[in-house]
């Protein structure tokens, strides 16, 4: 299990390494940073898959709360802090727990049983990777697998999942990267579709289940590579 750790408190920035040093080769710990903006730049070009995050609560810049909000694709999130009051939204955000310091290691022990349960439930249903958006002042978390496409408004991109769009602050070549390759492809400038949703293909124009109404149109830079991959996966 990949992890991170943002943490600018130096005791308990090194309680942490040394207790997921004590789970072995189970916790590799892919790096440690004291503040949110070096661990996005890190995760925004990290070509491994991060599995969990370790995250204090305050930190110098953005806090932690406002790091979780603004993730994208969700890793499992223990958050660690000296106070209680963060609790209830912390989990509203959909943490896996909760870590008061200072914590001994029996109690970090407790959390990381967590997480491995939830990976184990996660991959019985055959995914394990979620994102999480925002809608009208809530936080919502879905599964990868639900989106049906994705469409380009310059730096934005609308979200489309069972026919409601949610929009979010990311240029469309960053989301595409971010999506796993072997279910979603680039099809325009302006559209990336979840292969699986696809229920026919029209002169060059591609129709996805749940929306009858709709077509989208292959663009004559994608075609190749569109119809060769469409083509190996049937």
Do not use: W
């Amino acid at each position: 299990m990949n992890c991170i750790i943002i943490e600018d408190d130096f005791l308990s920035q090194q309680a942490i390494i040394r207790y997921c040093k004590m789970f072995g080769e189970e916790l590799n710990i892919l790096g440690v940073f004291v503040s949110v903006e070096n661990a996005e730049e890190y995760i925004k070009n990290c070509i491994k898959k991060i599995d969990l995050i370790f995250v204090d609560v305050i930190l110098p810049g953005k806090n932690g709360m406002e790091f979780i909000s603004e993730l994208f694709i969700m890793p499992y999130i223990i958050m660690t802090t000296s106070y209680d009051s963060y609790a209830v939204k912390a989990f509203e955000l959909n943490v896996v727990d909760y870590l008061k310091k200072p914590f001994i290691y029996r109690r970090f022990v407790q959390a990381i049983q967590k997480v491995k349960k939830l990976i184990k439930m996660d991959e019985e249903k055959g995914s394990n990777e979620t994102l999480i958006l925002k809608n009208k002042g809530s936080i919502i978390r879905f599964l990868i697998k639900d989106i049906d496409y994705v469409e380009s408004y310059s730096d934005y991109v609308k979200i489309y999942i069972k026919k409601e769009s949610f929009l979010h602050l990311i240029a469309l070549r960053d989301i595409l990267k971010k999506l796993p390759a072997e279910k979603f492809i680039q099809i325009h400038r302006r559209f990336i579709i979840n292969t699986e949703k696809i229920t026919s293909i029209n002169e060059n124009k591609v129709y996805l289940e749940g929306y009858d109404n709709l077509s989208l149109p292959i663009s004559r830079a994608q075609r190749k590579h569109f119809y060769g991959r469409f083509l190996d996966d049937i």
